[in-house]
Structure formats: C-alpha cells, structure tokens
C-alpha cells in the first residue's frame, strides 16, 4: 500500500513551505512517526513525521519550495526493512570488489613508474648540478654581493658571458617579491562570491525589519545601569538558589521582572496600535529574543507579571532550548505585548534594537564592564551596562519611554523594589 505524506500547514495564512532538510534519502525504510524531514516556512521550522513503517520515495527535493497540502513523499508499507538493506549491499559488493582489483592493479603499476622517476631524476639533478656548477661562477663584485644578502648560485638566473653571475643579475632576485609576499597579494586580491538562497525564514524576518522602519516612528532612548546589586546577589545566593529551584539564576529572569513592573507605571509601553484605536493589555507577554541556527526567534513568556525569578528562568531555559533545536511553535512566539534582546551575550556595547511588531516598545541589554563613576562625590569602579528603549513615538511620548527606562534601571540596582512594585520598602513600612 502506497501513503502519500503531504505537507502540513505550520499556521493560518501560510499558503506554502520549503524543505529545508531530508533526514533520511531516498528509497530508505523509515519505522511509523520517525521524523523524516524539517520543513521551513516563514514563522516556524516543523518536523516531517511518517504516518507508517516502509520504504520512502522523495516527491519533492531539499531546498524547493510547495504549497501546504502537497505530496512531499509516499511510503510503501509493503517494503521491508531486510528487503531495503540486501539490495543495499548487494550494490556495494561488485562495487568494493572491482575497487579492490583496480587497486592493487594501480598500486603495482605506480610503484613502477615511481622507481623508473627515482631513476631518473637522480640522474637529471646530477648533470644539472654540474652544469650548474660549471655555467654559475659568480663575478668578485657579484659574489660579494651574494654573500652580504644571503644568496645561492641556485637561486641566480644568470646572463653574463659563458653563464657568468653579473651585479645585475644578483640586484635583480633582491628585487624580486618574497614568497609570503606574493602569498598576501594574492589573499588580499581574492574575489571569491558565494550564493545561498535565502529561508522562508530568513526573508519574512526581512520583510517586517523594512515593515517596522516605513511603518513605525521609531526613537530610542539611552540610561546605565550599575549591576552591582544584582551581581552580589548572585553571587551570594545562586549555588543555593540552584539547590532549591534546578536552574541557574541569570540576569534575564530579573529584567523581565523590572520590565513588568515598570509596565504597571507606562502602560502604554505595553500596548499596540491596531487601526486607529490603542490596545492596552493588563498583563505582561514578554517575548525574549533568541538567536537560533535559522534567524532571530522571539518566543513569548506568557502572564510574565505572575511568575517568580525562579519560574521565569525556567521558561526561558525550555523555550531557547527549542529555538535552538528549531521546535518552536507557532503558538509559542505569538502574541507578545514586549520583547527583550540581549545583545551583550554577543559583546555588543550600545545598539538601537528594532520594535517587534505589532509590539510598541523593545528593550536593548548589553554587555558588562567595569567603569569609573561618581558615587557620593566619589570615583569608584563600577560594573555598568548600557540599556536601550526603541519605542514608537506615535503611541509612546519621550516623557513615558524616558520614565519606563528610569523606573527599570531603579529597580535593577535596588532589586529589593522588585517585591513592592518598585516602591520604597521603608516607605511602605512607614504607610507615607
């Protein structure tokens, strides 16, 4: 019995998808729900599984591209798995034996014509040595000049009477360009092209990067960070933090925490533009951007707002396990009222990150180093990070971007203001 497998529709509104990758070739026993191929399409990578156990027949080849619902490939259930593997052998038998005879046949008749080339190369460099030896005599201002750069008669074309080394003859190989010279020349004049066709992925990427700079108007607003707070927290309290909750205690787990509570302060940068009305959302999505061997992913931490330190990093370690791995689903990455990038696992200083529509607002980390700053009249050295809001002025007024930055950057360095909703614990004890 013949089953045909067609290709399946990763969302709404996605008419076609790309093979990306056949996991296993043509003709091969593949056992019922074995992943046989990774399909590509503008949102997501999805796994090709097969219905039932037999022998495949590709339909539709790696890197082409067919409408959602087409055959991709057919399975014969009636084929075997013995039945696969003897034909298998039996064409590499007569294969490997003819390979074994033309060998030894080669290797007999190179090693013959090695020893015949020993032969006579050994005598072609006895009668080029003499005659180099009679023909190179050097002149004495010649031989002087050898001596003081280094040069053999070997090395000296020469053109004086009777094959006499001349001055000349020697300024000439001076002037000539060394080996490692000529080998940078002909590095740096390299003009080597290389085309790849680019993913489903990748030019959906593309397309709404372009939508979000014509559409939007995008500013970005700038503040520091002193991370000592959190760094000492770490340090004091992760080994345990780890006993008790299995995950590492990260720096990202307490910036989603500072954004959703700075997002209670500026609602606004929480909410959307949809037609000519404003949606605001009492809850925080914060999606994380990842970088996956594919593109940028942006999977979504749902109810944010709700979780604990420990669930966050939770999440965050399942979901950028499966960006990693291209098992992300649509549901997972859409929706999303705020996104946060960190480009300072990659070294980045300063950046302007780019809105994730139809998101209003994206917050930029970036990496740690140790700076002078003024601390009570004082310098001292601090650990400072840059951090960046890219907001959309039509929504976000610079008045609420500047003061959602402020209120994220209090919290990170009196991370205790994250249990009271970035107020003052002593003023709340005080009830002023």
Not at 220 to 227: G, L
Not at 350 to 358: A, R
Request: hydrophobic residues 40%; glycine residues 6%.
């Amino acid at each position: 019995m013949i089953i045909e497998i067609k290709l399946p529709s990763p969302g709404e509104s996605i008419s076609e998808v790309q093979i990306a990758k056949w996991l296993k070739q043509d003709g091969d026993y593949v056992e019922k729900d074995e992943e046989i191929a990774e399909i590509d399409s503008d949102k997501a990578t999805l796994a090709l599984t097969a219905e039932d156990a037999g022998v495949l027949k590709i339909l539709v080849k790696e890197g082409e591209t067919a409408a959602v619902g087409a055959v991709a490939c057919t399975i014969d259930t009636e084929g075997t798995k013995a039945a696969v593997s003897s034909k298998q052998e039996a064409g590499k038998e007569p294969a490997e034996g003819k390979k074994s005879a033309v060998g030894i046949q080669q290797v007999a008749e190179e090693k013959n014509k090695s020893v015949a080339a020993e032969s006579s190369n050994v005598k072609v460099e006895s009668s080029n040595a003499q005659k180099s030896y009679a023909e190179k005599v050097p002149s004495v201002a010649a031989e002087k000049m050898m001596k003081e750069s280094n040069i053999t008669a070997e090395q000296v074309q020469p053109t004086g009477r009777g094959g006499r080394i001349t001055k000349a003859d020697v300024i000439a190989v001076n002037e000539q360009p060394t080996i490692q010279q000529s080998r940078n020349a002909t590095i740096e004049q390299s003009r080597n092209e290389r085309r790849e066709k680019m993913t489903m992925l990748r030019k959906k990427i593309a397309q709404r990067l372009v939508a979000v700079k014509n559409e939007t108007a995008m500013l970005t607003t700038f503040n520091e960070v002193d991370m000592s707070g959190i760094m000492n927290i770490r340090k004091q309290y992760k080994d345990v933090f780890k006993e008790k909750h299995g995950v590492g205690l990260g720096f990202m787990s307490f910036f989603t925490k500072a954004v959703t509570e700075a997002l209670k302060s500026f609602p606004a940068v929480n909410a959307r533009i949809e037609a000519d009305e404003i949606i605001y959302h009492d809850y925080a999505d914060i999606g994380i951007a990842v970088s996956a061997p594919k593109g940028l992913m942006v999977p979504i931490i749902r109810n944010a707002e709700s979780m604990s330190l420990a669930q966050i990093e939770s999440v965050i370690i399942e979901l950028a396990s499966k960006a990693r791995d291209n098992k992300l689903s649509i549901e997972e990455m859409s929706g999303g009222t705020f996104t946060i990038t960190n480009g300072g696992v990659f070294g980045s200083m300063m950046s302007t990150p780019i809105i994730n529509p139809p998101q209003s607002a994206i917050l930029g980390m970036h990496n740690i180093i140790e700076r002078p700053v003024v601390v009570n009249g004082q310098i001292v050295i601090r650990p400072m990070m840059y951090v960046a809001v890219s907001y959309d002025h039509r929504i976000i007024d610079g008045k609420e971007s500047v003061g959602f930055l402020v209120k994220v950057k209090q919290m990170l360095e009196e991370p205790v203001k994250l249990l009271h909703g970035g107020n003052d614990p002593m003023k709340i004890l005080l009830g002023i």
